[in-house]
């Protein structure tokens, strides 16, 4: 019989496992334990000892126990052909044991070495077996069966082995491509955390630093470059960054964004080995013969791995980077845990913020506008502070900046806005005529929404306050913003009445011109240059700007107020320079509404 295909696939041989028993003799595993070599009845020691020489010698992987174990399966076969019952399963069994037994030692090469030693040992046992072991006729008829069940139990055994280790190598390349990334070749986001974890647990080094590194601007780069030419430019990048931090382990976390894991003693080392990175990153780059200019924002993060986690450092270096990138291109930012304190504190208030506004946890204080000519409140400006649960009462700097980046001012502006025009009704229905008015800061964000004026006129209708009892406070950065749209709902809001003042006069880069051209009714000079008189030798610099500034304001027929009226000097200089209005802690600090009505009736009394 011919012998059975073999796959052709590479596989190596089994271990040589190789004991001792309790006597001391070397024994091997392979062909299992003594015990199962059956005695057969008419063997020849001699011709089977010869019989196994032959056999061993046509051996890929000889070993110190081939021959002896090689011997005992030729009695099992020899044995196989006297069982008229169990034939064909004791020679699979011989074929599998033949296969472990190292015969065909280690497969390297396009041709399996079975391929040349099975028929070999098929041609040797037809040949001598039966004289070996002087099996009778019928045994001899079944000899030939019982080689091709010895080869077809080795056969499948083979293919077993080979799919084992096609699956085995098939893991080891998913794992591999798993941890790599398939473009620059370098280790990917998830290997490269494993890795981090790793060092944490087994570095020596007393510090572990990540630059993680973020290239300014490659999105629209690639798309101006094409995709095959920008990847061409990580390939280059990832090259650079591998030669300038080499030994440190260099990862590529991202589509444009790569990370730097670096084991030091020295924590200025990151800082440095950063500082080198924007250093080469620096250098123009060559790309199919074009010549590509890129820079990269990096974050800094540095800690002792015996108390820290990897979490920690990975989102250290995450928060550095978005510093550097909001420092402008090509800048390096390193981790301060009291920055990131302090900007953890303002993003939980924001978060907290728009559910306080449906809390009612907000509440707002009224400070009084005075007139300086004779000490009369006008009105009252309506601060708004946050009532925390936890943190008490907040002030305004601790939130509205934040609320204003986030969009939250909309609603919170709204809810102030109401609250304010509320109190300003009952003023006006307690007080009379000549109530005071509320003035209501307006945010950039709150003037470029497109339903605002109507929702300032839907305020003034739901609280039933006349129009001319409110005055809505806007810098001159929010109509510069968008000039156009907010000069256009300036005046559909002047028009209705609503009183308008542009705030912290002084401190922008508007003119006379287009001063005149606004639809405001007064200008809020800016606290920074009313400081300068609270003593009574004001400086002469800022007392002159504030002279010209309310004689600017006058000669546009507007009313004027400053800021920050701290000191009885300040008063008596402002009121000899003619300013209107006044507002600070010596004219009254910032209270109830009901504070501000009764400080109304003692000046109209």
Known sequence: MAAPSLPDRPGSAAASLHQRGTDGAETDDRFGPDSDVPDVPGADAAAVADLAGRWARLAVDAHPGLHQGLAGLLHRLAAACRDEQFWALRSRTVGRELLRSGLSGEWSGPRHPAEDVLPATLAL?????AAAFALCVDSRRRLPAVLDEMAAGYAGALRDRVHREQEEDLRRRVAQVAAQDALTLLPNRAAGEQLLRRAFTSSTATHLGLCALDLDGFTDLNGALGHHLGDRLLVEVATRLHHVATPHLVTRTGGDEFAVLVECSDPRVAEGLAARIQE????????????????ASIGVAVTNPATARPADLLRAASVALSWAKAQGLGQVAVFDPDRDAGESARATL???????????????????????????????????RWQHPEQGLLGPGRFIEAAERSGAIVPLGRWVLVEACRQAAQWWRELGPRAPY?????SPVQLAQADWVAEVTEVMELTSLPPWQLQLEITEQAVLEDEAAATAALSALRATGVRLTLDDFGTGYSGLAWLRQLPVHALKIDGSFIDGLRHRHADPVDRSIVEALIRMAHALDLE???EWVETSQQMEQLTALGCDL???HWLGRAGAAAWVADLWRRNIG
């Open 350 to 384: 924001l978060a907290e913020l728009r559910a306080g506004v449906d809390r009612g946890e907000f509440v707002l204080h009224y400070q009084p506008l005075v007139r300086l000519a004779d000490g009369r409140v006008r009105g009252a400006e309506a601060l708004v």
């Open 280 to 295: 080469v990153m620096a250098l123009p780059f060559r790309v199919r013969g074009r010549t590509v200019a890129l820079s």
């Open 582 to 584: 006044g507002q600070g």
């Open 560 to 562: 004027v107020t400053a």
């Open 438 to 442: 509320v003035s209501v800061n307006v």
């Open 125 to 129: 046992l037809r040949e001598r077996l």
